[in-house]
């Protein structure tokens, strides 16, 4: 893993992160499960087979996550118990349905909420108190750019092995 920042003097707005695998992925998935809190709400952007749902899974372990974790494509949301809960949505199948329609509920203030697919549900920016975009670089390689959030969580980016 390799880090960097946009070269801004000060805070950087964008951190990000490139890994070469998906075990590196994950693993960057670990380091931030080791610092996210009850109510966090992380929108994670990026195109089909950018490495979300491995991030999840890496976010998932660290939390204690024992069932095997995988994209809720097709039923929209799956709950997993761990040391914090994990409301996990995938919102790719959802175009042109209001969230509202879904049936789904507002994020749990109890558990971590994980949301692939946001910008397909308006009402999750208001929502998302994290936001991370991935980027497939090649084959295997990935950026994860840190948007927004806390600074425990951008110190995740700012420290990753590589520096």
Request: glycine share 12%.
């Amino acid at each position: 893993m390799a880090s960097g920042s946009n070269g801004l003097k000060g805070p950087a707005t964008n951190t990000f992160v490139d890994t070469a695998s998906v075990e590196e992925t994950r693993e960057l998935g670990r380091r931030l499960g080791q610092v996210v809190e009850a109510g966090d709400v992380i929108a994670l952007e990026g195109e089909l087979g950018t490495g979300k749902t491995e991030l999840v899974k890496g976010i998932a372990e660290a939390l204690g996550v024992t069932s095997g974790v995988h994209s809720p494509t097709f039923v929209l949301h799956h709950r997993y118990q761990g040391g914090l809960p994990i409301e996990h949505y995938d919102l790719y199948r959802l175009e042109g349905m209001a969230w509202v329609d879904t049936g789904l509920d507002e994020p749990a203030p109890n558990a971590v909420t994980v949301i692939e697919w946001p910008e397909r549900a308006g009402v999750l920016d208001d929502w998302a108190t994290i936001r991370i975009r991935l980027t497939a670089l090649g084959e295997t390689r990935r950026r994860l750019t840190f948007v927004r959030g806390p600074d425990r969580m951008r110190r995740v980016f700012q420290h990753a092995p590589g520096d």
